[in-house]
């Protein structure tokens, strides 16, 4: 319980902090990225709308739904903006969960894990979740 109001207390604060960013927030972050499986194709994500692999979408599990994240390999510079519309990842030491289409585009395909930046490029215009 105590750990479920501290994540819900920092969903909050950090979303709060982001709206009052503007456009154009401040917040980066550094670590591994993984893609979801194929498996995931058409369930429900948590913000309710159905995972699609050829959409540019991603999971994270403090920014608000509707931000709009820039993930880039630092392996190779290829960079890929995507939406936030789901909660993971759920492995341990990940930040972000890439759509298929996403993941192909910064060609972490083959290395099913790989270290990324992100960079908040576009605040979620009314925070949920």
């Given at each position: ?5 501290l994540r819900f207390t920092v969903l909050f ?57 820039r993930v880039t390999n630092p392996r190779n ?53």
């Amino acid at each position: 319980m105590t750990s479920l109001l501290l994540r819900f207390t920092v969903l909050f604060l950090l979303a709060t902090w982001l709206t009052g960013c503007g456009s154009r927030g401040a917040f980066t972050q550094t670590g591994q990225a993984s893609f979801y499986a194929d498996k995931f194709e058409g369930r429900k994500t948590t913000s309710g709308v159905a995972y699609r692999a050829n959409k540019l979408t991603a999971a994270h599990n403090t920014l608000p739904f509707g931000t709009v994240v820039r993930v880039t390999n630092p392996r190779n510079h290829k960079s890929v903006k995507v939406t936030v519309n789901d909660r993971g990842p759920h492995a341990k030491g990940r930040i972000i969960d890439l759509s298929k289409k996403a993941a192909r585009k910064i060609a972490i395909i083959d290395a099913g894990v790989a270290p990324v930046q992100l960079k908040v490029v576009k605040a979620a215009t009314s925070p949920r979740r």
